[in-house]
Structure formats: C-alpha cells, structure tokens
C-alpha cells in the first residue's frame, strides 16, 4: 500500500491531454514539493517535473505540474506514442522521515 | 556526460548479504547525495534510504534500518549500499539515484544508475 494515491492507468487517443492526480497528506505533499518520474519498461526512472511544477531541460513543454494543498497533478498535453510508460509522484514525508512514491499510473495511447 | 554506474547482476540465498556499488562521474561529488531505491518485479518504486557526499550523513528508511548500510569511499566517488538477512522478497531491481542536493533527501533525484539486478532464492 503506497502512501500517496496514484489512478493504476489513464488512456487517451494521440494529441489529447491525459491528467494523472497524486493524491497524500499535510505530512508529505502539503508540505514538501512533490516530483514526477517517467519509467519505461527495463529501464531507470527519469525525472519530468521536479519543485512541484519545474521541468528540467530536455524534457517537452507538454508535460507541466502542479499541486493544490495535499494533492499534485501531472498533465500530459498533446499525447504522444512515445509517452506511453509509467509514472510515479514522489515526495518527502515529514512524519515517516520517508522519501515517499505513489504506486504508479500506466499511461496508454490508444 | 553525468554517470552513475552500478555494479552488475548478483544472485544470492536468503541470509546472505549482498552489497552493491554506484560510481559516480563528471560532477562534484561533494555537493549531492546518494539514494537507493529499489522496484521488486512488477511493483513501484520504494526508497531505501540516503547518504550524502556533502557531509557524510546518513538516513535509512523505516523498512530497512535494521538491515541496509550505506558507505561512501570519497577517493573513488563511490556509494556502496549492503542488505543483509535477504529474503525472497528482496529480489528487486536495486537503483542508485544523485539527489539534488546533498544536504538531505528531501527533494527530487535528478540522475539515476541503470539498475541492479539482486535475486534471492534458495
């Protein structure tokens, strides 16, 4: 059981946006900034937003996060084959004295 | 470019200890640290703990305290991560990830190591 709250999958056809909610508590997101990671099967994680909403370099415009109190979202705009992986939220938790993840969402291009 | 480069596949027998090493390259080592997080097959990720270049301090995670031990050989910018008791269910690919800074773990890991294969079973 993983401490924060990720959908198993999203789906959406190419060009569309797919959203991929986060979903923890004031010990950890309400209170620490929250990052995205990209897995491709077989392969190391990669990070696609870091502080909550920052993208570092090489990584597209298309991809943008946010947070709201205990919950952050990463957004996917213009859906690409290429997106398809898993990704994971991951944070501080205060209370845990953790690094924290969410158990991952597959994101499918229909 | 930045590298951090582990060790290769190890298979062991529950009880045995298993230690894996991450080099890192083309950066200042002093100024990050170090975490380990592992992915058992088919699951998410899981955070084992953190050592830093910067000051030498150390944490593990709740689940691993009392069997992960985490060194670092500054001459050599090596991490060296060891798991003892090993169970069957510590085969899991095992990660070395550079963290942002190397003042604590609290932020995002920007570099990752390839990942090493750790398979327990007697």
């Known amino acids: 059981q993983s401490v924060l709250t990720q959908p198993p999958s999203v789906s959406a056809a190419p060009g569309q946006k797919v959203t991929i909610s986060c979903s923890g508590s004031n010990s950890n997101i309400g209170n620490n900034y929250v990052s995205w990671y990209q897995q491709f099967p077989g392969t190391a994680p990669k990070v696609v937003i870091y502080d909550n909403n920052q993208r570092p370099s090489g990584i597209p415009d298309r991809f943008s996060g946010s947070k709201s109190g205990t919950s952050a979202t990463l957004a996917i705009t213009g859906l690409r084959s290429v997106d398809e992986a898993d990704y994971y939220c991951g944070t501080w938790d205060g209370s845990l004295r953790d690094k924290v993840f969410g158990g991952g969402t597959k994101v499918t291009v229909l | ?122």
């Open chain 2, 1 to 122: 470019q930045i590298q951090l480069v582990q060790s290769g596949p190890e298979m062991k027998k529950p009880g045995d200890l298993v230690t894996v090493s991450c080099k890192a390259s083309n950066y200042t080592f002093t100024s990050h640290g170090i975490s380990w997080v592992r992915q058992a097959p088919g699951q998410g990720l899981e955070w084992m703990g953190w050592i830093s270049a910067y000051n030498g301090n150390i944490h593990y995670g709740q689940n691993f305290q009392d069997r992960v031990t985490m060194t670092i050989d500054s001459s050599t910018n090596t991490v060296y991560m060891q798991l003892r008791s090993l169970r069957s269910d510590d085969t899991a690919v095992y990660y070395c990830a550079r963290e942002w800074t190397g003042k604590n773990p609290y932020f995002h890991m920007d570099v990752w190591g390839k990942g090493t294969t750790v398979t327990v079973s007697s």
